[in-house]
């Protein structure tokens, strides 16, 4: 089993709609959780970060952590076609390491 | 704030060569991070740096690869003796030291074609 994983899609919405990008994970030493957005052979972007359990919005999106079910969402409202990339999810414990999922592709159709 | 800096963006190499990357952190960011991804897969830790010393490496980094960070400031990865398995995106990260350390900023990556 994968220490985190993330269902790769891909994922088409029309525009305006709600987005839920989701993973999971079997570590349960993560306590830093973070989403990152990668348009096509670009860096990963850092979207979202969270410490511990709880939601943390910011603009349109809002991130969810529950460390019970071992389970990080990414909400997206509103979506626009600029927000077609890829999302990653991204998590680490008490290593340096960022252990990443695979990345969900998202498309926004106008 | 000019971001994380890495050169070269593109590179292709015949099987057999050496290859050296360079990462330039952001400024006041001492943890620097190499990290390698390959197409539909998110990215692998390779290794990890706070100021000059490398103090975690992965099971990934086999001999061929070594980095170093002499100064504390830029980075370089050296790949010798390339193999086609080594083509991907070689991204390299920094982050400042806690209380504000716990966010990882990427830079553009450096693209490795082994040919």
């Known amino acids: 089993q994968k220490e985190v994983e993330q269902d790769p899609g891909p994922l088409s919405v029309p525009e305006g709609a709600i987005v839920s990008l989701n993973c999971t994970y079997s570590n349960s030493a993560f306590q830093y959780f973070m989403w990152y957005r990668q348009y096509s052979r670009k860096g990963p972007e850092l979207l979202m970060y969270?410490?511990?359990?709880g939601n943390k919005e910011d603009g349109r999106f809002t991130a969810q952590v529950d460390k019970s079910s071992k389970y990080i969402s990414l909400f997206i409202r509103d979506s626009q076609p600029s927000d077609s990339a890829t999302y990653l999810c991204a998590m680490r414990g008490g290593s340096e390491k960022l252990v990443f999922g695979k990345g969900m592709k998202l498309t926004v159709n106008p | 704030d000019t971001g994380v800096s890495q050169d070269p963006r593109h590179k292709i190499t015949k099987r057999g060569q050496n290859v050296t990357f360079r990462c330039d952190p952001i400024?006041?960011?001492?943890?620097l991070y190499w990290y390698r991804q390959t197409l539909g897969q998110g990215p692998e830790f390779l290794t990890y740096?706070?100021?000059?010393?490398?103090?975690?490496k992965s099971r990934l980094l086999s001999d061929r690869f070594s980095a170093e960070r002499p100064k504390g400031s830029f980075s370089t990865l050296e790949i010798q003796r390339t193999e086609q398995g080594d083509s991907a995106m070689y991204l390299c990260?920094?982050?400042?030291?806690?209380?504000?350390?716990?966010?990882?900023?990427f830079g553009e990556g450096s693209w490795l074609t082994v040919v």
């Open positions: 400024s006041e960011h001492n943890r």
């Open positions: 740096f706070q100021n000059e010393a490398q103090l975690e």
């Open positions: 990260a920094s982050s400042p030291l806690p209380p504000s350390g716990n966010t990882i900023y």
């Open positions: 969270t410490y511990s359990s």
